[in-house]
């Protein structure tokens, strides 16, 4: 199957921009080779939909960006060390996850701490996952663990490697506080620097204090809702109000202090700031409705209206990270997904269903404008499903 696909028929389309959540006056999406080429009305797109290889319609139900897992702890390969799992991440897919953003390799069974050795690491998770692509997943992976045997020559080899996270908390550091030569280097070469925060996660790791984040200056605070135990209130509001870091929220994480964050910074007009993850995965588990768990959680306990909340798992990701999914737009990858309020729900569409806690169901996931699968394997089944004309059977024949 080519990467020629037309949605059609969607009742409403979710942009992934906060700022205007939902996409008036369209139900239709045209992809061409992986790249969304035009939204808008059905009537006004027919000759786009007579000449795609398939059109999913999308029955009146929902279609969205694909979520952005903003924390997944990938190694090398579709297989977690930490939880001794095969097929994780083609099973994040099934969760409605088309990309995820490592936060370094550090589950990697004896994972290096030389300059040599780290760089290593990073590269080779990079290339491996540049050519890897579990159900068509996008792994941006590769992102080097800081380490007090870093130099700055060494993020000059790195960058010229092509790579472009970094990830500052669990480096062979005695005092946090010795790492901000690392993270400025990391910085002044163009990698995104994602920082631990609040208590320490796993041996090896340490617990960093908002003073410590206020002197490292990292790009995003990594699990400011806790990873798995939160900073304090004050502390977390403290990164709020005197830095612009991205305020990470995650599942594996104190949901308590979730709601409290999103809340705040909904209030003080700094949305733009709020990422969704995992973290995982971790002790927590595998879970690949780390993310949708999340964006329910969040979209029923908050005063936030999901389909701004669903913004925070894709178009506010891609913004951070400079990625090419999260939005459905013209020239953005066509990464998407199609869902509605599950059986038996007490609503009758993806967002009503969010706004009560549920987990939506999906019946469509689309990776670089190429039908994945359909009726999630992990979702409850959509109320209504999406249809494929020509049929491809091999995924109707999945799922539950």
Known sequence: MTGSIAVVGAGT????DWQSPIIKDADTVITRDGIITAVGRRQDLLAEIDASSH???????TLA??????????????????QKTVDFLASYVHGGITSVVSPGEIHAPGRPSTAIGVKALAI????????FHPNGMTVHAGAVVLEPTLQEKDFVDLQEAGVHLAKFGFGRYMDPADG????RWAKEHGITVMCHSGGASIPGSKPITPKHLLLLAPHVCGHVNGGPTSLDEAGVDLIMDETDMALQLVQAGNLRSAVRIINRAADKGMFERVVIGSDTPTGTGVMPLGVMKTVAELSSLSNVDPA???AAATGNNARVWDLPAGFIAPGRAADLVVLDAPWGSTRDDALGALSVGDIPGISAVITGGVVRTLRSRNTPQAAR????????????????
């Open 180 to 183: 901000v030569d690392q993270v």
């Open 308 to 310: 701004i909340v669903w």
């Open 65 to 82: 960006p694909g979520l952005i897992d903003s924390h997944c702890h990938v190694v090398i390969g579709d297989y977690t060390p930490r």
């Open 385 to 400: 499903a999406a249809e494929v004309t020509p049929r491809i059977e091999h995924l109707e024949a999945s799922g539950h």
């Open 55 to 61: 059109v999913v319609d999308a029955k009146g139900t």
């Open 124 to 131: 080779a998770a990079k290339e491996c996952f540049d050519n």
């Open 13 to 16: 389309i979710l942009s992934g």
